[in-house]
């Protein structure tokens, strides 16, 4: 196992403005997401406290002024009590290298081919926003990957240090697992959290605002909030991709039933992982969560990079998500809507208390 104490001491050393308001849960220090049609109000009710401002499509960042000490925290719930769409701007991480979360790494794989594509009758669009997208022989040919915008790609080395960042990889694995289950998928890469598995809600949000027509979204990351609630601002970013858009992100890997989010929004379909037939001991459950797919020794692609060759095992509830996200995605390649598929996935098998469907994956 890691020491947790010394992971957390690592995030926050790289993290110099990262804020822990209490076990699970971190933010940016002196700042707050405000939607844009809030914006006036809360700048008049924080007019005392607030330094500058930077907007953004939907969302702006307001940084409090230090000298003021003012508890982030409190002032959302201020600001929340008016009516207002306000929120800290937490720490999203990819799972599982969360920090305390399971003691996980990737392990050296042998190559495996990908599996020849189903019937295909539409072009489906998967969003993975994630780590970034390294290349790989599964999709290094493929006009979609070749379609990619600069800054996309894996950052593996960002400290330097010789070593393979904590979470590096993390996207290329997970497209690679969609890949498995819908080969003839389009994968659109946005790199929202760094080699070390961290990232913000801002950027998040940015992320989603901007990605346009797609017809899933997978989502491997998430965090706890501060009030176990969810982040209006994320939220108002997923209603905001349409009802046609199918968004899919893992349960996180607590083993707790505090709610992950945004896996718990209503709108997103929430995915634990299984270890055999059984919940996998670290993921997450609760009646949030909508299905469960295998979580644990999951084979996919991944970067070349030391003992790296290009493929990897690894297990997480990250993991679990894509499978689900992959199986929607086959179905709708057929032929059904993406509403059509995902109901279809959900109801493919049997439903157990506190993980939903368990997905029949194959």
């Given at each position: 196992?890691?020491d947790r104490g ?199 949000i940015r992320a ?116 689900v996200t992959g ?36």
């Amino acid at each position: 196992m890691f020491d947790r104490g010394a992971r957390l001491q690592r995030l926050m050393a790289r993290h110099r403005d990262a804020l822990l308001v209490e076990p699970g849960t971190l933010l940016r220090r002196d700042q707050l997401l405000v939607a844009d049609q809030d914006l006036p109000h809360v700048e008049e009710l924080l007019r005392h406290w607030w330094r500058s401002r930077e907007a953004g499509p939907g969302v702006t960042r307001l940084r409090l002024a230090p000298s003021a000490d003012v508890d982030v925290c409190e002032a959302s719930l201020l600001a929340r009590a008016r009516g207002l769409s306000v929120g800290p701007n937490h720490l999203v991480y990819g799972q599982p290298m969360w920090w305390a979360g399971p003691a996980d790494r990737p392990r050296p794989a042998r190559p495996v081919p990908l599996p020849r594509s189903g019937p295909v009758r539409r072009e489906v669009t998967v969003a993975v926003l994630d780590t970034g997208l390294d290349p790989h022989p599964w999709y290094a040919a493929a006009d979609w990957f070749a379609d990619q915008r600069g800054g996309v790609g894996e950052m593996l080395d960002a400290d330097l240090d010789h070593a393979l960042d904590a979470q590096a990889g993390h996207g290329t694995f997970v497209a690679g697992v969609v890949l498995r289950y819908a080969p003839s998928a389009r994968i659109l890469a946005r790199r929202v959290i760094g080699g070390d598995g961290v990232g913000d809600e801002l950027t998040l949000i940015r992320a989603l605002r901007g990605l346009g027509r797609v017809d899933l979204v997978n989502l491997s990351l998430g965090c706890h909030t501060f009030d176990d609630r969810p982040s209006p601002l994320v939220e108002q970013a997923v209603d905001a991709l349409g009802p046609d858009t199918v968004v899919v992100a893992c349960a996180g890997n607590t083993a707790a039933d505090r709610p992950f989010w945004p896996a718990a929004l209503p709108r997103v379909i929430a995915v634990a992982a299984l270890d055999g037939d059984r919940r996998a001991w670290f993921s997450n459950h609760g009646p949030w969560v909508d299905a469960c797919a295998p979580g644990v020794a999951v084979h996919s692609s991944f970067v070349r990079f030391g003992e790296f060759d290009g493929y990897a095992l690894w297990s997480g509830t990250s993991f679990a998500a894509p499978a689900v996200t992959g199986a929607i995605a086959a179905r709708a390649a057929a032929g059904e809507t993406n509403t059509e598929a995902a109901s279809t996935v959900l109801a493919s098998g049997p439903a157990r208390p506190g993980l939903g469907t368990i997905i029949a994956i194959g």
